[in-house]
């Protein structure tokens, strides 16, 4: 089998660090193609690997598989071995409600904050429903992490999609300065100690 994933800038392309982060995850071999996001041909070049012109994309084999969160059920049920979502049912139960309302969700502080590698600068001024995003992502990790975080630092103790899904957004709360409590630091500081994390960000920063 083989798989190409196709991703964005790694500055600015949160939804594929998701992606990028997701095949890290799996184990699995895989070619790593990147489209340039915000240029004149960006959305023809796009359109050449996927029916939304958006990344991240797997391709493999027997077709293409776009959105983030069907990439990662597929590898998830490709390589189980990789045990990408919790072992435990609850936990797994709980991992899928977060990734999907991080999916769904959190518009204010992905317009007011994009992520944005590169940068390391607070904002002028934190709108509310920018706060209340804060607040409910912090209410999310100590959920996490009190619930099912004893096996280790990740939300569900081991590593796992949820953390794919919420690396971009320890990414931009690092980026703007934002003051977190305690448990919540620590996790931003455990997504930036993640291998896979490191090796995109050391290439984001010298794009
Ligand atoms: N729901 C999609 C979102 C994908 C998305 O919005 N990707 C952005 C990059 S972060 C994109 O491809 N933008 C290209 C464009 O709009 O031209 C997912 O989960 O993969």
């Given at each position: ?6 991703i964005?800038?790694?500055n ?22 990147l ?31 776009w ?35 991080m ?22 001024s ?33 590593v ?18 934002v ?29």
């Amino acid at each position: 089998m083989s798989l190409e994933l196709v991703i964005g800038n790694k500055n600015y392309s949160s939804w594929s660090l998701r992606g990028w982060l997701l095949v890290e995850l799996s184990g699995a071999a895989y070619q790593e193609t990147l489209v340039p996001l915000f240029r004149a041909d960006t959305h023809a070049r796009l359109l050449e690997h996927s029916p939304t012109a958006k990344v991240p994309v797997l391709k493999w084999d027997a077709g293409v598989i776009w959105d983030s969160l069907a990439i990662a059920e597929y590898l998830a049920e490709r390589f189980p071995e990789a045990a990408m979502w919790p072992r435990d049912v609850a936990a797994r139960a709980m991992a899928r409600s977060v990734c999907a309302e991080m999916h769904s969700g959190f518009g204010a502080l992905r317009s007011h904050m994009p992520m944005d590698m590169q940068r390391n600068a607070p904002l002028a001024s934190v709108t509310d429903d920018v706060k209340h995003d804060i607040q409910r992502i912090v209410a999310i990790w100590t959920g996490c992490r009190e619930r099912f975080g004893q096996g280790g630092p990740y939300l569900f103790g081991e590593v796992s999609i949820a953390d794919a899904y919420f690396a971009p957004v320890a990414s931009r709360l690092r980026s703007y300065g934002v003051q977190l409590p305690a448990e919540a630091a620590a996790y931003v500081e455990t997504i930036f100690q993640w291998p896979a994390f490191q090796r995109w960000l050391q290439a984001a920063l010298k794009e």
